[in-house]
Each structure stands twice: as C-alpha cells, then as structure tokens.
C-alpha cells in the first residue's frame, strides 16, 4: 500500500511539474512575442521609383525605389530592399537604390523589418542595356565598408577620396555576381603616392571556364583642399541685389547686400544704428551692412562681394573625382568626401546624408538649378562639418518648406528658402536671397 501510494503520489507531482513547465514556456512566449500596446504595426507596403518611373533605359543607369509604409505612423517603418531577378539582371543596395545591368524585367521587394510577412513589389522593366556575361561582374563594391561611389557591374573605374592624413590602404571588399567564378583583390601599394598606379585597388573576376575577364579599379585620391571664404565668412547671408523675408526669420550673424542699398533689405524692420555703419534688427542676431551705409561699410562690402566670387570660381574650378553621378538625383544617397560635378540640375526629394571626418571637404558643382523638396533633411555623420562642404550652383537654388540644408552655397542666382526651413551655413547669392519665416546660423 504504501508503494503504490508513492507511485501516485510521484504520478501527481510530474503531472504537477508539466503543468508548471508549460505553463513557463507560455509564459516565455508571451514575452517573446507581445508587442508594447503603444505599437503601431506595419500593414501594407507600396514599392514606387522615383518619379513613378517603372523603367531604366539608360546603360547602367539607376533609379531611387522609395516604400509608402501604411498606416503612416507605424512604429518602425524601416525596410529590407532585395530583387529578384527575372529575364533581366540588376542589383539593389540597402538604401533601395536599383541598377540596370541586362536587358529584361525584376522584381524589386521591399519587407517591413518589424514584420517579415509584411511587404510589396513592382514590376520594372530594363531596356537598351549593354550585353555581358554576368559570370565576370560584381553585384556589390566596398571601401572600408562604405559602397564605392556610384557602383554598377558595368563601370570598371571608380574614384574614393581619402580622409585628411589618411595613409593606410583602405579595406576593398567585393561580391562576385557568380559563385563559381574567381576574384583576385590586389590592394593599392601606397596611398599617399603621387604615382597613381600606386594608389590603385585592383579587382580581377573572371569566369569559371577562364574565358572571360573583368578588371575593376578603385582609385584613392588624397583629401581636396577648403575653399577660402576670405571676409565673406564674416557674413552668414551676402547678397548683390537684395535680401528679403515675407515673414519673421531668426538669422545668427551678419547679413549685407552690396551694390544694392539698405531699401533692399526688405521684411527685417531694420534699425539704423547711431554711427550710420551698419544696422539692426530684432529678427538678427548680428549686424545687417549695406552699400549705402557710412564708411567703412561700402569698401568692406565690396571686399567681401569679391571674395564671395572668388570662392565661387575657385570651387566651381576643382577638378572632379565624380561626374554626373546618379544623373544629379541625389535622393537618399550617403555620399563621402570629394568633388561632385553635374552638368545639369540636382534633385534631393529624400534625406541626403553626408558622411565623413571633421577635416573632410565636399564641393558639389551643379550647372542647373539645386531643389531641394519640403521636408527632407541633409544630414551629417562620421564628424562630418557644415563648414567644410560648398554647393556652387549656376542657376537658382530652392529650399523647400520644412527642409534643413546643411554647408555654404555659393550661388550665381537667386537663393530662396520655403517657410520654416532652416540651414546650417552660408547663404552667398550673386542676385537675392528670399525667405519665410526661415532659420539661418553658420554653427
């Protein structure tokens, strides 16, 4: 008796100890897979191009996909772009950006990353590419972990500049389009060499039956001097012929207008300071110059007009490690230092980001129009200074409404900032520069 009362007593306990253990796991799961109550969850993605574009017809041309995240505030609304390729190739980086390499159609997919069985598609279609033999190519190409510039199968050449003091070889790493093909990486033997074969990174594929051989290289060129300001640098908003805001602006630091006179500056409520040099005004915090104002205001002014058009013919005058890159569509993008020229206009419909040391320079040289939309922010990262980046633009330059810009421009015509945006530089126009209700300060 007293056995088979242990048997049923031990019976008990494990049944006991099941039930407790299951309802641990459950326990566990629950915590695992609940979500926060204040969690919006992603319900619906749409895959566009930009532009509504569903077709790149240019060789080896690109094209900035975007996801429209339902509902709106979700949580996390970030995605994971990945493409499937169907009678054509292409290839897709992490930021969404899709490049043509064959002839034929894809499949670009964007999945929530908060919800893997959330995602969308669409259909797009390549044409007028050049033919290759896939197996010799590449799908991706970086430096020191950063996407090489502008990086398609099909261009061979590519230019990165180095950081300020920088002399060891930066790390170059590939993927090969085709498993079964070879890649040899020969690393560039000195970087701060004045031969450029020495600072070239070299990347051999070439296909598994040994037929067919592609070539890539990385050329390293050493850091791209400032561009010298001179005592424009004194002003944070230099215009020729006027400086104007429809509604109340904050602006920190000088503001002056030369040959123009003080009845140009328009919208600021300027009061004339006793000595008749300069002015202000409640929306300033700094000092507001003008042509007609007492001396030494007029020579100073125009000193500074002239080395305003100086740095704008210097930066315009550099030559360029980058041409035409992303055909002036900047949106999206997360560009390193360097020398950016476009002989059209340039486009920034989402978040530009700009990454790099405290040292390094960008100047970018645009012969159209710089357009910015409402909205969209350009970000630094890596150390990266606002004084130490320039945009020369031939053409007028539009800051949309809400936009934060960041860098110096140096403008040929009229600078224009849409209602409550905001920048962290220079306004240099060689006509006016039109505000509302917009943040101007050189930090």
């Known amino acids: 008796m007293l056995f088979s009362k242990s048997v049923k007593f031990s019976r008990v ?120 033999d896939m197996d010799s190519t590449l799908t991706s190409l970086t430096s020191d972990g950063i996407m090489v510039m502008g990086f398609s199968p099909l261009s061979e050449h590519y230019i990165m500049v180095l950081s300020s003091g920088t002399t060891s070889t930066p790390l170059v790493e590939a993927i090969k389009y085709a498993a079964d093909a070879t890649m040899v990486i020969i690393p560039a033997s000195d970087v ?64 002056g207008v030369s040959p123009a006179a003080a009845t140009y500056i328009t919208g600021f409520s300027l009061i004339l300071d006793s000595t008749g040099i300069f002015a202000t005004s409640s929306q300033i915090v700094g000092q507001v110059f003008a042509s007609d104002y007492i001396s030494p205001t007029p020579s100073q002014l125009t000193t500074a007009i002239s080395d305003m058009q100086t740095a704008y013919t210097d930066a315009s005058g550099r030559a360029a490690n980058y041409n035409e890159l992303y055909a002036g569509d900047l949106s999206g993008k997360t560009l390193t230092s360097g020398v950016y020229k476009f002989g059209t206009s340039v486009l920034i419909n989402t978040d530009l980001t700009l990454t790099g040391s405290a040292t390094d320079i960008w100047i970018f040289q645009i012969s159209g129009q ?12 890596g150390g990266a200074l606002a004084k130490n980046i320039f945009w020369v633009v031939a053409d007028t330059v539009a800051i949309g409404t809400g936009a934060h810009f960041e860098g110096t421009i140096l403008a040929m015509t009229n600078i224009s900032m849409g209602t409550n945006a905001s920048i962290n530089g220079n306004l240099y126009s060689q006509t006016a520069i039109t505000l509302d209700a917009c943040i101007v300060d050189k930090k």
């Open 13 to 132: 306990m494990i049944l006991v100890l099941l039930a407790g253990a299951a309802l641990t796991m459950s326990a566990c799961g629950s915590i695992t897979t609940t979500n926060s109550a204040d969690d919006v969850s992603v319900t619906a993605i749409v895959v566009t191009g930009a532009g509504g574009l569903t077709v790149i017809d240019t060789i080896g041309g690109t094209l900035q996909m975007s996801a429209l995240i339902t509902p709106t505030d979700a949580t996390d609304a970030t995605v994971v772009w990945t493409l499937q390729n169907g009678t054509g190739i292409g290839s897709i980086n992490s930021t969404g950006i899709l490049s043509a390499v064959t002839n034929g159609t894809v499949t670009v997919r964007a999945t929530s990353v908060s919800d893997n069985t959330v995602s969308g598609t669409l259909l797009l279609t390549f044409s007028n590419q050049v033919e290759v």
């Open 192 to 255: 701060t060499s004045t031969e450029i074969v020495n600072r070239i990174t070299t990347i051999t594929v070439t296909t598994a039956d040994g037929l067919t051989t592609k070539v890539y290289e990385v050329v390293f060129e050493s850091a791209i001097a400032n561009v010298e300001l001179g005592t424009a640098d004194d002003f944070v908003m230099l215009a020729t012929t006027g400086i104007s805001t429809a509604t109340t602006s904050i602006i920190t630091g000088n503001i």
């Open 370 to 381: 710089l357009t910015q939309a409402a909205g969209i922010q350009i970000t630094l990262a």
